[in-house]
């Protein structure tokens, strides 16, 4: 199946620990974001990568670092995790250069922090 | 900066009815809008994409209108049905920053 695909899907973690999020997209899209839903459901951005190249970083704190080894996978980082980060984190991909044929989404990680 | 509102935020109709979703942004230079929809503890299903130069888009029962100059869609869903219980979401792509900016979206809940 041509899909985004995130893994886990649901993580819960103690304050403190550093966890990661993987992504992998097989649409050949060349750009991948890390977007952030929370708690009352609003979706925004976090990062964009063009190519394995960063293009958008939100006001984000340092704590989250996103990789992108190649321009099918992006994976978020994130260090000293915080209550306020439980939230759900979604990895989308686009061409960049056929931006008019719109996003595609993966189906979410529900990052919960105790 | 983008801002992209959705009316009303939330609301229930009886099964058969159709549903009027409404969606604006501020800036009405896009490359194209896309509704999304999303169930409870899901991921986001693409509905339809239209173009900054199109009018509108058909898929099935759904039906999606873009006025770019008013900075306005309507998403409309006909003759509705239980399973069409999700939230909706509207997303515009900005020319000027390349960057997808979501509204809040519709809740919807159709009542058999």
């Known amino acids: 199946d041509t899909a985004v695909s995130q893994t886990p899907k649901y993580l819960v973690t103690q304050m403190g620990n550093d966890k990661s999020i993987k992504c992998e997209q097989n649409?050949?899209?060349?750009?991948m974001y890390w977007y952030k839903q929370d708690s009352k459901k609003f979706l925004k951005i976090m990062f964009s990568?063009?190519?394995?190249?960063?293009?958008i970083n939100e006001t984000v704190p340092n704590r989250f670092s996103p990789k992108s080894p190649d321009k099918a996978h992006l994976n978020l980082h994130i260090n000293s995790l915080e209550l306020g980060d439980s939230a759900v984190y979604f990895c989308?991909?686009?061409?960049?250069?056929?931006?008019?044929?719109?996003?595609?989404f993966g189906s979410g990680t529900r990052l919960t922090v105790v | 900066k983008q801002e992209v509102t959705q009316i009303p935020a939330a609301l229930s109709v009886p099964e058969g009815e159709n549903l009027v979703l409404n969606c604006s942004f501020t800036?009405?230079?896009?490359?194209?809008l896309q509704w999304f929809r999303q169930d409870p503890g899901k991921g986001l299903t693409s509905l339809l994409l239209?173009?900054?130069?199109?009018r509108e888009q058909t898929s099935g029962r759904l039906n999606a209108s873009l006025d770019k100059s008013s900075g306005r869609s309507t998403l409309y869903i006909a003759a509705s049905q239980p399973g069409d219980s999700a939230t909706y979401l509207c997303?515009?792509?900005?020319?000027?920053?390349?960057?997808?900016?979501f509204g809040k979206g519709n809740q919807v809940v159709v009542i058999p």
């Open positions: 800036d009405s230079a896009i490359y194209n």
């Open positions: 990568y063009n190519n394995k190249e960063l293009i």
């Open positions: 649409l050949g899209h060349d750009t």
């Open positions: 997303a515009v792509i900005s020319s000027g920053n390349n960057r997808l900016a």
């Open positions: 989308a991909s686009s061409n960049r250069g056929l931006i008019h044929y719109g996003y595609t």
């Open positions: 239209i173009q900054s130069s199109q």
